[in-house]
């Protein structure tokens, strides 16, 4: 029998095409920084947008070919490709499609590199049945294999660093190290109602500002540099100087493009969060907060379908009356309606809405990560490719 080399073993190649400005890279750098300080492989990450990857790891060289952090061997993907050897495992990380050359040099290596075609997360039912089926390749001797992200012992998991929840749960106990926190970011220690909105430009933004201006309690609205910056700015006519803007009971707090240990940060210390994609939607449900996602819009609002499926499973477990309106409030800032009249409700239910998220966060928690179920996969691969 041929002696089996385990995944951890061999170097692994990712590629990273950098779509919707930080989602894909922020999915892809975690999943990457995981196998090579946890796992000890030897990854090399081939993005091709380092400018976007400098924006949440700073420590990134937007203008080096080639570079290390954390143990990961970063990579300009350039067209063309250099000529590279490929590692035993290469992963074609959420859609992307690898240069044709690098195929055909995975073709002619023996044995053939293991080939992952890493999909976007989704709670849908069809997930399962996808995850891990192969799919060969018309011409060349390769198989590639679906791994899909999702919430159940069927699929491959979520991203988690197994220190995530140590971290979160020590900074929430430190009322010092939350002082620290907000004092770096500009901002006084939390006195008000406070919310991080990260999201998508949406026609239901105006209405959800005006609806916190005349709220019954004060809210800060944090909103770290994104796509929505521009349409808050606009809906103040009065803007003061400098980056705090205030109107009626709402004070909003523009920050600059957070790196992704302070984002998570401000997902803990925030009352509840907005997201959007799937990058900080994840992040949000591990930091045990209400959350309020904006799906990647698709065609033929295809996002509503994964929204749907995501709240059959997220509101199982709440009583009838918070579960519906936790699906009004996620379907209408979907659709891009108007929340105002749901919003007075959204508020009350924060306490209820508050030990849910703690009781999905610990669900989660349960379950194998995405990256050990990706070691699991690929060394059982290669076992069987052993006989």
């Given at each position: 029998?041929?002696?089996?080399?385990?995944?951890t073993s061999s170097?692994?190649?990712?590629?990273?095409?950098?779509?919707?400005?930080?989602?894909d890279?922020?999915?892809t750098?975690?999943l990457a920084s995981q196998?090579?300080?946890q796992?000890?492989?030897d990854v090399r990450l081939?993005v091709?947008d380092?400018?976007?990857?400098?924006?949440?790891r700073?420590?990134?060289?937007?203008?080096?070919?080639?570079?290390?952090?954390?143990g990961?061997?970063?990579r300009?993907?350039?067209?063309p490709l250099?000529p590279?050897e490929p590692g035993?495992?290469?992963?074609?990380a959420?859609a992307?499609d690898?240069?044709?050359?690098f195929?055909?040099a995975m073709a002619?290596k023996?044995p053939?590199?293991v080939?992952i075609?890493?999909?976007?997360?989704?709670?849908e039912n069809?997930?399962?049945g996808v995850?891990g089926?192969?799919s060969p390749?018309?011409?060349?001797?390769?198989?590639?294999?679906f791994?899909m992200?999702?919430?159940?012992t069927?699929?491959?998991?979520l991203?988690?660093?197994?220190t995530?929840?140590?971290?979160?749960?020590?900074?929430r106990?430190?009322a010092q190290?939350?002082?620290?926190?907000?004092?770096?970011?500009g901002?006084?220690?939390?006195?008000a109602?406070?919310?991080?909105?990260?999201?998508?430009?949406?026609?239901s933004?105006p209405d959800?500002?005006?609806a916190?201006?005349?709220?019954?309690?004060p809210?800060?609205l944090?909103?770290?540099?994104?796509?929505a910056?521009a349409q808050?700015?606009?809906w103040?006519?009065?803007?003061q100087?400098?980056?705090?803007l205030?109107?009626g009971?709402?004070?909003v707090?523009?920050?600059?493009?957070l790196?992704?240990?302070d984002?998570?940060?401000?997902?803990?210390?925030?009352?509840?969060?907005?997201v959007?994609?799937?990058?900080?939607?994840v992040r949000?449900?591990f930091?045990a907060?209400?959350?309020?996602?904006?799906?990647y819009?698709?065609?033929?609002?295809?996002h509503m379908?994964?929204l749907a499926?995501?709240?059959?499973l997220?509101?199982?477990?709440l009583p009838?009356?918070t579960?519906?309106l936790?699906?009004?409030?996620?379907q209408?800032?979907n659709?891009?309606?108007s929340?105002g009249a749901?919003?007075p409700?959204?508020?009350?239910a924060?306490?209820?809405?508050?030990?849910?998220?703690?009781?999905?966060?610990r669900?989660?928690?349960?379950?194998?990560?995405?990256?050990?179920?990706?070691?699991?996969?690929?060394d059982?691969l290669?076992?069987y490719?052993?006989f």
């Amino acid at each position: 029998m041929q002696r089996i080399v385990p995944a951890t073993s061999s170097q692994w190649d990712i590629f990273c095409s950098v779509v919707d400005n930080y989602g894909d890279i922020g999915v892809t750098w975690r999943l990457a920084s995981q196998l090579a300080t946890q796992y000890g492989i030897d990854v090399r990450l081939w993005v091709d947008d380092l400018q976007a990857f400098h924006h949440i790891r700073p420590e990134v060289d937007p203008n080096a070919t080639t570079q290390r952090l954390r143990g990961v061997d970063i990579r300009r993907w350039t067209t063309p490709l250099p000529p590279v050897e490929p590692g035993g495992v290469v992963i074609e990380a959420l859609a992307c499609d690898l240069p044709d050359a690098f195929i055909q040099a995975m073709a002619k290596k023996s044995p053939t590199p293991v080939w992952i075609n890493l999909e976007y997360l989704s709670a849908e039912n069809w997930v399962e049945g996808v995850h891990g089926l192969p799919s060969p390749h018309p011409r060349l001797p390769l198989t590639q294999y679906f791994f899909m992200p999702g919430y159940t012992t069927g699929s491959g998991g979520l991203t988690r660093e197994t220190t995530l929840y140590g971290e979160r749960d020590t900074f929430r106990k430190e009322a010092q190290a939350q002082s620290k926190f907000w004092a770096g970011l500009g901002l006084p220690d939390k006195e008000a109602l406070r919310i991080s909105l990260f999201s998508y430009e949406c026609r239901s933004l105006p209405d959800l500002l005006d609806a916190c201006s005349r709220s019954d309690r004060p809210i800060d609205l944090v909103v770290p540099q994104g796509k929505a910056t521009a349409q808050i700015t606009a809906w103040f006519v009065h803007p003061q100087a400098g980056d705090i803007l205030q109107h009626g009971r709402l004070r909003v707090f523009l920050l600059p493009m957070l790196a992704q240990d302070d984002y998570d940060r401000l997902l803990w210390a925030c009352d509840f969060n907005f997201v959007r994609g799937e990058d900080s939607f994840v992040r949000a449900q591990f930091a045990a907060r209400p959350l309020i996602w904006q799906a990647y819009r698709q065609e033929e609002s295809a996002h509503m379908d994964k929204l749907a499926a995501f709240l059959d499973l997220y509101c199982a477990r709440l009583p009838p009356k918070t579960a519906s309106l936790l699906r009004a409030t996620w379907q209408t800032w979907n659709r891009e309606e108007s929340l105002g009249a749901l919003w007075p409700g959204w508020i009350a239910a924060l306490p209820t809405l508050s030990v849910h998220a703690r009781t999905w966060a610990r669900r989660l928690a349960e379950q194998d990560d995405l990256a050990s179920n990706l070691v699991k996969f690929i060394d059982n691969l290669l076992e069987y490719r052993a006989f």
